[in-house]
């Protein structure tokens, strides 16, 4: 599952979706025009970038066209069209305004926190004489609503994360959704929750990541590289608007 979010980030580092977009063309591409327009100069394996290329149809980023000699080429899905550069709307943006593919992110976010919080909620009890608690990060509410089920005493939750996160979120009984910056200023409560467990992990993977992307960037212009197959929607919108938050995070 590692190879996922790192071809995707790997074809980021490259641009090569804005190597396909070419203000606003999305001309399919083989994958050594592809290489052409990202390493004019020359170089690269248009045989291994087309391995990932491949890997990332599989999760709706590129659409893949079978050409009458054979050749396959790609152009930008809906998903890949939100990676380019100068697109007009960033990742969080485009989805907000989609809510059928926001269905798909929450589902999949709830997927991952739902499990975690479900452990830490069997071990912790922290949240006993706290009266308004407030997420940061928050995303859709999720966590604040096990919190609360689990401890009546918890009256006010606030749900805090970007504003494009929030203006999708359900209504949850108790909680307040607020859209603001972590970064900036954070909203006051008897107590604040930030999953720094997730937090960890996170800059542990980040780290891993890294040296993967490094290695598999130079996989596509050099090396030797392989792939797995998938088809699911909610992990491509998933993974692409995490890139969107990570992106925020360390710029």
Known sequence: MMSVPMSLIAVINLKVPEAIWQDGSNAPLSAAQILD?????GGGDAENLQRVLRLLTSYDIFVEHLCGSGQRKYS????????????QESPIEYYVKRPTEMALYYKSMAGMCVPFMREMLEVYDGFQGVETLVDVGGNFGV????????????????NYDLPGIVASAPDISGVTHVGGNAFESVPLGDAIFVKLAVVAITMMVIVVAMVVV????ML????DSGGDDGDDAAMAITMVMLVEATTMVVS
């Open 37 to 41: 327009r990202i390493r004019p100069h």
């Open 76 to 87: 930008l899905a809906d998903v890949g069209k939100t990676l380019v550069d100068d697109h």
């Open 143 to 158: 966590t604040l609503r096990m919190i609360m089920d689990k401890y009546p005493n918890v009256r006010k939750g606030i």
């Open 214 to 217: 490094v290695a598999m960037t």
């Open 220 to 223: 596509v212009v050099a090396g």
